[in-house]
């Protein structure tokens, strides 16, 4: 049955988003029923469909239609979650917002995702994922991807699968203060800032270098003629195969790159008086370029079969290969966790699909059934409606409902470096949980990843508690161990083997504490084919697909390319996949948090304690599951154009008299809008070659070049300020960084999205605010904490005296 066998959730959206966040619930037993308009929702028409639909039940209701609205209200009243993602006010207009259906059930945890949440200049434009991105400036962000001079569409859901994780947390939060409080509530958050989680650093490059331009300047991977910039284009070298095949190297570490540069056949440089300091030679831009140049010959005189060898010799040199569309979910590591299922859809035959996002040991998932046929259980959940309790839930206002934290006296432990895992837990801190940091005496790697001490793991140590700790000492591990007894949640995130070794593996904490939550989020696996090798984000998105879906054909794939082209395509590939505003880490950090809320859930629900575990490459599969999934005869996802402008006419970037217009206008009804406000201009609309989808399709590029003489006539400004309050979705693109934006008070300040902190390097400054807003609880917003902040602290509520804790420093024990 599930963990979440008696629950219901009705998922009210027509798009992935709310799809994948009801998909949970219903592949661990919950009774989801998908409310659908007439001719059902778009996602049908996807090949990810049977994936994102699979064990739900489906009825059609028109919203507009006053008799369906009572079915959804009725409906409403026996429900524990409904989801929603339509424009601020459109539900509130039809008697179905949050406040008319909490009146009929207060427990109803009622959850909202909107483009660009309820406060702010955009509040009310639609919420597409090519809009949100477009203003926010991610298009810009991924302009060195793109051979052109306009900034790039960017193909990969970052906004819009983050959006349904985020979702997902406030869910499963308000699930688990149910169970104390008795109450339900509104859960919102929106595209925008669930887009933000995915930054790791960016956010404080770009505050430190506002801030002290004289001490930091954020630089380029690459100059302006293309050489290399930075010691990381050697270190996560993209290069080419001597068959043909794009490689993806992971070798941040020293030891790593030294690995690697031996596997090259270089390691002779190192030694060589010439290539002194390798791989870092300051101002010498023409040193780097042959360094790269040598390296990249390097790696074309091996086939792919020839480099697999060599990484299965040697654990220390690993590549991954650049995959795209369903060869994602062939990866080796995917297959042998069992994350890869194939399911018998009703429709479409055996489905080649992702497994559930968390794997659960306790209460694994029941993946066996089919997607829904259109409206298939109609008379079924019109039954269900009719005996739903029609009378009046009104909630006795004489009890106080509490209104605090969330997940206040949660405890989690977080055994974990870098961002991935790491930042899992700090997105959790913002809702109340109490998380417990263990780092080496010299802090975590990440707190010094970008040449300005503290910045590049200031966001990911926000709302947390330290403690630095050596786990070579007998009594330091002890202490870990004595965390570990105590606390409801651990996380590991190290590779495989690392935990056992230390006697914090899961079988060993729980003998002390038979109810953890215990989640393995290493960058492979436990164990495996991948689980020894090194995980970093540009490897996990080359092997996810990310960067091949956002490049499209721009980068060609074979052997006999020049060195140039080479170049080129790394370049670009590197650039399109795994930069610091949104990479796989970002998203596997999103499936940590939902496995820990998960199991908490489960635990509330009866599960007791059990291990979970969160794959990077997993969650990577959900995200670009649109690609991913197929069966035979699956149609194919769109694909961006040879420009790198959209997907077809009415989901694309114009050029404008000043700047870049994005237009998203894909159904007939947004077609009829965007063509009767441009009647003045062109004649589009009554043009017989445009006059339905199928002819809009069949003549795009007529259509294209119809609406690029439009809008080159004014400024891109100017088409904003005429058609959005029309309801078009027609933005101006932000050719201004991410950050520059958010931090303008009109935009970032007036929309919710930052706050102000104390941190205790950087003093003031802002932060980008809780992702998650509730109608009663609380959310909160910390500061990064220091290596060691706590140590003291967390020892003495362990029990350790003062000179207990002299004696642990003095002998550097814990720092």
Not at 432 to 443: D, F, N, T, Y
Not at 563 to 575: E, K, P
Not at 669 to 697: C, I, K, M, S
Request: net charge negative; proline share 6%.
């Amino acid at each position: 049955m599930g963990p979440f066998a008696g629950l219901r959730v009705i998922d009210l959206s027509p798009n992935r988003v709310g799809a994948q966040i009801s998909q949970l619930f219903a592949d661990f037993g919950a009774d989801v029923v998908q409310i659908e308009p007439p001719g059902g929702a778009v996602i049908r028409h996807h090949a990810a469909y049977p994936f994102w639909g699979r064990g739900k039940r489906s009825i059609v209701l028109d919203i507009r239609d006053q008799s369906d609205r009572r079915v959804i209200r009725d409906l409403a009243r026996s429900c524990d979650v409904l989801i929603e993602t339509h424009r601020p006010g459109v539900l509130d207009d039809r008697g179905l917002g949050y406040a008319e259906l909490k009146a009929d059930n207060p427990r109803l945890i009622y959850t909202s995702v909107t483009g660009f949440g309820r406060e702010g200049p955009y509040a009310n434009a639609p919420g597409y994922e090519g809009v949100v991105q477009a203003k926010l400036g991610v298009f810009h962000t991924f302009r060195r991807m793109s051979p052109y001079t306009v900034p790039p569409f960017v193909n990969v859901p970052f906004a819009s699968f983050a959006a349904s994780q985020v979702a997902l947390h406030g869910i499963l939060a308000a699930l688990v203060e149910r169970d104390f409080s008795g109450a339900g509530q509104w859960v919102e958050t929106n595209l925008v800032q669930a887009f933000t989680t995915l930054d790791t650093w960016a956010w404080f490059e770009y505050m430190i270098a506002d801030r002290w331009p004289d001490a930091f300047h954020k630089s380029d991977p690459y100059d302006a003629s293309g050489r290399p910039a930075s010691p990381f284009t050697f270190m996560l070298m993209v290069c080419l195969t001597k068959d043909g095949s794009w490689l993806q190297f992971a070798s941040v570490a020293a030891h790593l790159y030294a690995a690697v540069m031996r596997a090259l056949g270089l390691d002779w440089m190192f030694a060589d008086e010439q290539w002194q300091g390798l791989p870092v030679f300051g101002e010498d831009a023409d040193k780097r370029q042959a360094l790269w140049t040598k390296m990249l010959e390097a790696t074309r005189s091996k086939t792919l079969d020839e480099w697999r060898q060599i990484f299965d010799e040697d654990g220390n040199v690993f590549a991954e290969q650049f995959r795209s569309g369903p060869s994602a979910l062939e990866h080796p590591q995917l297959l042998h966790d069992g994350f890869v299922v194939e399911i018998d859809d009703a429709e479409r035959g055996r489905v080649r699909q992702p497994a559930a996002i968390v794997k659960a040991s306790g209460t694994p998932a029941d993946l066996g059934r089919s997607a829904p046929k259109l409206d298939e259980h109609r008379e079924a959940i019109l039954a269900m409606a009719a005996e739903s309790d029609r009378g009046e839930a009104v909630p006795d206002e004489s009890v106080e409902v509490p209104s605090g934290l969330p997940l206040a006296g949660i405890t989690i432990l977080e055994l974990a470096t870098l961002f991935a895992a790491p930042h899992g837990t700090t997105m959790l801190t913002d809702l109340g949980a109490r998380v417990i940091k263990v780092e080496p005496l010299s802090g975590d790697a990440i707190r010094n990843i970008i040449p300005f001490p503290e910045s590049g793991g200031a966001k990911v140590m926000q709302g947390k508690e330290s403690i630095a700790v050596d786990l070579s000492t007998i009594e330091g591990l002890a202490v870990v161990q004595q965390l570990a007894s105590g606390a409801d949640v651990v996380v590991q995130g190290y590779r495989a083997g690392a935990m056992k070794k230390l006697g914090l593996d899961y079988e060993s904490v729980k003998l002390r504490n038979p109810d953890v939550i215990y989640v393995n989020a290493p960058g492979y696996g436990v164990d495996g084919p991948y689980g020894n090798k090194p995980a970093y984000a540009p490897s996990i998105g080359a092997a996810s697909g990310i960067p091949l879906a956002n490049v499209g054909s721009t980068v060609e794939e074979r052997p006999d390319l020049t060195m140039d082209q080479i170049q080129d395509g790394a370049r670009r590939l590197s650039a399109a996949g795994a930069l610091a505003n949104a990479q796989a880490d970002g998203f596997a950090a999103l499936g940590v948090a939902t496995a820990i809320l998960f199991g908490l859930v489960a635990r509330r629900r009866g599960a007791g304690g059990q291990e979970l575990f969160s794959s990077m490459l997993n969650t990577g599969a959900h995200a670009m599951s649109a690609q991913a999934v197929t069966y035979p005869g699956a149609p194919r996802e769109p694909a961006p154009d040879a420009e790198l402008r959209g997907l077809g006419a009415l989901y694309r970037i114009y050029d404008a008299a000043d700047g870049y217009v994005f237009l998203a206008s894909p159904s007939d009804v947004e077609w009829n809008q965007l063509a009767t406000a441009l009647a003045p201009y062109t004649g589009a609309a009554g043009d017989p070659r445009f006059a339905d989808a199928a002819l809009r399709r069949s003549n795009t590029t007529a259509l294209i070049e119809a609406l690029a003489g439009v809008f080159a006539a004014k400024s891109a400004p100017d088409w904003e300020d005429e058609l959005l309050p029309q309801g078009i979705a027609c933005v101006a693109l932000n050719t201004d960084s991410i950050e520059s934006l958010m931090y303008d008070d009109s935009f970032g300040r007036a929309s919710g999205y930052v706050v102000d902190v104390t941190h205790p390097t950087f003093d003031e400054h802002l932060r980008l605010a809780p992702y998650l807003r509730f109608s009663r609880s609380k959310t909160q917003a910390l500061p990064g904490v220091l290596a060691g902040q706590h140590t003291d602290e967390i020892l003495t509520r362990l029990g350790r005296t003062a000179d207990e804790i002299a004696d642990l420093r003095s002998r550097n024990v814990v720092g």
